[in-house]
């Protein structure tokens, strides 16, 4: 235990100290990409090493590792420790942050080459490192908030990187402000936190979630909710917010105007996932209220399935695995809305594994293609990229759920929670919704592998070439991740489910393991394979030549024009919110401010001044003027007792 107390705050100091030296002493990009990888991979092996320590630790202690380096505030009642909590939740967080995160930066190095600032950005990826572990590793809801506002502030820095491109600096904008809606909501629940239990450390908390919030109400504005009810929606809106989930989903696909490695940072290691650690660390507090868990997996379900058939209409190649994101976060809340928790962490690092593969690829593409996005210009680059094209279509086969690949079990074990019951019962219709995600999600891979790397290139404005192996060697590590990553929860061995066991014991969470459904899961990857089918034979089979135009645009209709504007959610929520947000805004600035609240103070100083001007036009020096204003004086008072002595 002393060897994880050692370790740890090590884990978190080293992407910061990499920053550290960056920004002072580093004015070469390769050797801060150097700095910056070295620092996030060595956390990487510090992690395996805690994680091996704790693994051996009896069963009951593996939640005991909670320590305080300092106190941070002290302040009335308020005590705030500045702690960590190692336990198995936080160290497969940590494997992921570290493990995926370090390939990412390694990526980095030969894809930032040529960017003008890469220091500067090495130095934002080991603050975003540094503020994710911060946020997984603290042992209280105050030091998870500094993390959770850290890898916020840094996703804005990165989406904003080519502050020059007027899209980077809105993309960049429309993430911080978004989020700071979700913030809000997560702020209002420490807050209520702090008020029932007197304290924000999650040992003061989960153990007596039960005990303290049972049967306690308050008043809102609908009527009497239940506190814990009250708690986790508004915990659900901080989730919203950062993992992207209906209705604040917006920012996430816009997220990608930064650069490539960065997206793969923020889609597949960190910030998008801290919303679905949030509940699952919250377990104790989610699992008293099956209206808001219920509520929280119809959301999942319904953003998996929307972002699901958005991604069938885009054409930009980043656009389309940011929906992608999207849609396997919606899969990931879904399931821990239903209490399947292992099953949505489950997901969470298998996707992280395939989804950091496939931006990495992306990005691979891009690279080789002189900064080509638009799928249609593509085509044919399978010859030109081999080594892309072997990883990309590991990643799309275990984005799609194919046997024997990472995200064949992940997403397997959501549906059949769906089928068979989580915590809070079955979800029948939930289920089908996701098989037919599933299904879409295979159909939107297959048409981008076709549209990329099948038939001949249709643009012959650039010459693609292979990457070279700084970046090609991380692709194969993420490559081998995707295909066995699923090994650690195999069905009937359940790894992971026996490693966060000790996580849900304390709060009587712990289910047993699913058993595998094996006509479930033929049903999905039958699905699946035909999903694929029909891509190639739109995409595949016949080579565009003459146009650029969608065939599924002359099929699908108005529908595929819904796909290919969001559903026009942009356009509602410019409708709905940020006009009458403006419309407001400037009401309040031009109207209400200058003759209001400026006004009344604008013209109390003017009627003051306006007195001391007729004051100072008395103050003439004359003699006879004062008798004279004596006079009328005097006059005035035997004027007024006269009148009230006649009355």
């Known amino acids: 235990m002393e060897l994880i107390q050692t370790l740890v705050p090590l884990i978190i100091v080293l992407p910061l100290l990499g920053a550290l030296v960056n920004t002072f002493a580093i004015r070469d990009g390769r050797r801060a990409g150097i700095i910056a990888s070295a620092a996030v991979l060595l956390g990487f092996v510090l992690a395996l090493v805690a994680t091996a320590t704790l693994a051996g630790l009896p069963h009951e202690e593996q939640t005991h590792v909670d320590f305080t380096l300092w106190q941070w505030i002290e302040a009335g009642r308020l005590r705030v420790p500045f702690g960590f909590l190692f336990d198995p939740l936080s160290a497969v967080m940590v494997l992921l942050i570290t493990g995926v995160g370090g390939l990412i930066h390694v990526f980095s190095i030969g894809y930032m080459a040529h960017d003008p600032r890469p220091v500067r950005y090495f130095v934002y990826m080991n603050l975003f490192v540094t503020a994710m572990?911060?946020?997984?590793?603290?042992?209280?809801?105050?030091?998870?908030?500094l993390g959770w506002e850290g890898v916020g502030l840094c996703s804005y820095l990165l989406i904003g990187h080519s502050f020059e491109r007027s899209e980077a600096r809105y993309a960049s904008m429309k993430a911080f402000v978004v989020n700071r809606m979700g913030d809000f909501g997560l702020m209002l629940a420490i807050l209520a936190l702090f008020q029932r239990f007197g304290s924000l450390n999650f040992g003061a908390i989960f153990p007596r979630a039960a005990e303290v919030l049972a049967g306690q109400q308050t008043q809102w504005i609908f009527g009497p909710v239940a506190v814990s009810s009250a708690i986790a929606f508004l915990m659900l809106i901080g989730v919203t917010g950062k993992s992207a989930q209906i209705p604040l989903w917006v920012w996430l696909p816009d997220a990608m105007a930064g650069p490539t490695p960065a997206s793969a940072l923020i889609h597949a290691a960190t910030m998008v996932t801290s919303g679905v650690y949030l509940i699952v660390r919250s377990h104790a507090i989610f699992a008293l209220t099956a209206p808001v868990s219920n509520l929280t997996a119809i959301i999942g379900v319904l953003t998996a399935f929307v972002a699901a058939s958005?991604?069938?209409?885009?054409?930009?190649?980043?656009?389309?695995?940011?929906?992608?994101?999207?849609?396997?976060?919606?899969?990931?809340?879904?399931?821990?809305?239903?209490?399947?928790?292992?099953?949505?962490?489950?997901?969470?690092?298998?996707?992280?594994?395939?989804?950091?593969?496939?931006?990495?690829?992306?990005?691979?593409?891009?690279?080789?293609?002189?900064?080509?996005?638009?799928?249609?210009?593509?085509?044919?680059?399978?010859?030109?990229?081999?080594?892309?094209?072997?990883?990309?279509?590991?990643?799309?086969l275990a984005l799609a759920g194919i046997p024997i690949f990472a995200g064949f079990f992940s997403k397997d074990e959501i549906i059949g929670a769906a089928f068979h019951g989580g915590r809070f019962g079955t979800y029948p219709t939930l289920g089908v919704l996701l098989i037919i995600t599933a299904a879409l999600t295979a159909f939107y891979m297959g048409r981008q592998v076709f549209l990329i790397f099948w038939g001949e290139q249709r643009d012959h404005s650039y010459h693609p070439h292979e990457s070279e192996p700084i970046m090609t060697v991380p692709l194969w590590i993420l490559a081998v991740g995707a295909t066995l990553a699923g090994m650690i929860n195999f069905p009937g061995l359940h790894f992971l489910d026996h490693f966060l066991e000790p996580v849900f014991e304390a709060t009587g969470a712990v289910q047993e393991p699913p058993e595998f459904d094996f006509l479930?899961?033929?049903?999905?990857?039958?699905?699946?394979?035909?999903?694929?089918?029909?891509?190639?034979?739109?995409?595949?089979?016949?080579?565009?030549?003459?146009?650029?135009?969608?065939?599924?645009?002359?099929?699908?209709?108005?529908?595929?024009?819904?796909?290919e504007q969001r559903w026009y959610a942009d356009d509602v929520y410019e409708s709905v919110v940020v006009r009458p947000f403006k419309a407001t805004a400037r009401f309040l600035a031009r109207i209400l401010d200058p003759l209001g609240i400026d006004g009344l103070v604008n013209g109390a100083a003017r009627l003051v001044g306006l007195g001391g001007q007729g004051l100072r036009e008395a103050q003439t020096g004359y003699v006879r003027s004062y008798t004279l204003v004596f006079l009328i004086g005097v006059l005035a008072v035997i004027g007024y007792f006269g009148f009230m002595t006649v009355r």
Do not use: C
């Open 310 to 396: 958005i991604a069938i209409g885009q054409y930009d190649i980043k656009r389309v695995l940011a929906f992608s994101t999207v849609s396997q976060l919606g899969f990931m809340v879904a399931a821990a809305g239903m209490g399947a928790y292992t099953a949505a962490m489950f997901h969470l690092l298998t996707h992280g594994v395939f989804k950091a593969l496939l931006f990495l690829a992306a990005g691979s593409v891009i690279h080789g293609t002189h900064e080509t996005q638009d799928m249609r210009r593509m085509g044919g680059l399978r010859n030109a990229m081999p080594q892309t094209f072997r990883t990309y279509i590991i990643g799309t």
């Open 133 to 145: 572990l911060l946020l997984v590793l603290a042992n209280n809801y105050l030091l998870l908030f």
């Open 520 to 563: 479930l899961a033929t049903i999905t990857v039958v699905l699946a394979l035909g999903a694929i089918w029909v891509a190639y034979q739109v995409y595949g089979k016949r080579q565009w030549k003459k146009t650029f135009r969608d065939p599924l645009e002359r099929v699908l209709g108005v529908f595929f024009e819904g796909f």
